[in-house]
């Protein structure tokens, strides 16, 4: 693991950082083709980051912190901008939100407790797919946009209960 904040992989990351309040202000201005596209671009990144750093040995600690931190602006950022401009429900918004809470929670008491890595599980993940996924649907408007949010919230739960009983097992096993 490398000590170097500035690798290709951090750079994508941050790239995302920094698109995601752009692509949020055409959505919320209606521009939306531009937002689309550059949403698209913005959750490439997300994948493309991850596949970077670890094929070319380029993690960092810096990475593994600010990785996550730029997938949950992204959705926030993407979520109230659907929930304003679009039919998106407003009370969908806390829920999704509720596991990047916990998860960033968790991953902060995880390693100032545990001094480890808080990795991201194949469920964490496939929330953070579906939570793309729906965001698109809502913004081409497709007609079972409604039954992916749903689908999404129950990952988005399940995610967060898993993060819940990592942490309680981490911290009862010291």
């Known amino acids: 693991m490398s000590n170097t904040i500035w690798n290709a992989p951090n750079t994508i990351t941050i790239i995302r950082f920094v698109l995601s309040p752009v692509f949020f202000l055409f959505l919320v201005y209606g521009y939306t083709k531009p937002a689309l ?15 970077v750093a670890r094929s070319t040995s380029q993690t960092t600690k810096f990475g593994e912190v600010l990785d996550p931190l730029a997938d949950k602006f992204m959705i926030f950022l993407a979520i109230v901008g659907l929930s304003i401009k679009f039919d998106f429900p407003y009370w969908a918004v806390p829920l999704i939100i509720a596991r990047d809470i916990v998860s960033i929670g968790g991953s902060f008491v995880y390693f100032t407790k545990i001094r480890g890595k808080w990795k991201a599980r194949i469920l964490g993940k496939a929330t953070t797919f579906f939570q793309i996924l729906t965001v698109l649907l809502y913004m081409l408007n497709l007609q079972f946009k409604f039954a992916m949010l749903i689908l999404t919230i129950i990952l988005s739960f399940s995610t967060a209960i898993a993060y819940i009983i990592k942490g309680y097992y981490a911290l009862t096993r010291q």
């Not at 949403?39 to 991850?50: E, K, N, Q, R, S």
Request: aromatic share 20%; no cysteine; proline share 0%.
């Open 37 to 51: 596209i550059l949403f698209l671009i913005v959750a490439l990144t997300d994948f493309a980051d991850g596949w």
